[in-house]
């Protein structure tokens, strides 16, 4: 799965990283763990497991709001009957091919319906505004048509 995450939140979380594996390194974190800990260490321990724990919610958060077209991009180009399936639905909603629900969902497990599910739902919702989907189904489109085509003669 691809996410597109904001760099200042990325930032923020590396930050809190960092401040990990400086306070692990220096001894601190040891310390603040030790029987007779010092208020100091625990304290700087605290705030960098907090400072940790708040940035990957955000992250956890901006992902979630991320377009299932990007989170499932992977899925959605494999390879593979699901890929295949999956591509047929999001061409079939950009307008370009038609294709029968019943005949994708035959290929989904449980994961990839989801992915359908979640897909439709966005679709439903934000139509052409997600630059995602539009780009996606672009992509796929484009990839069509470059396809050789087969002359049996």
Do not use: W
Not at 41 to 56: E, I, M, P, S
Not at 60 to 75: G, I, K, Q
Request: proline share 3%; glycine share 6%; aromatic share 8%.
């Amino acid at each position: 799965m691809e996410v597109i995450i904001n760099k200042a939140k990325f930032d923020r979380l590396v930050g809190a990283v960092e401040q990990l594996q400086t306070l692990n390194a220096d001894g601190t974190l040891a310390a603040a763990f030790a029987f007779n800990a010092e208020g100091d260490n625990v304290h700087k321990a605290v705030t960098a497991f907090d400072n940790l724990a708040t940035a990957t919610a955000v992250i956890r958060v901006e992902t979630r709001n991320a377009s299932p077209f990007l989170r499932y991009r992977r899925e959605i180009i494999a390879d593979t009957p699901s890929g295949a399936a999956l591509r047929r639905l999001v061409l079939s909603l950009y307008g370009r091919h038609a294709a029968p629900l019943r005949d994708l969902f035959e290929h989904f497990g449980e994961h990839e319906s989801r992915v359908a599910l979640e897909c439709i739902t966005s679709f439903a919702t934000h139509g052409d505004r997600d630059s995602q989907f539009m780009g996606l189904g672009l992509e796929i489109g484009q990839a069509i048509s470059d396809e050789p085509i087969e002359v049996v003669a």
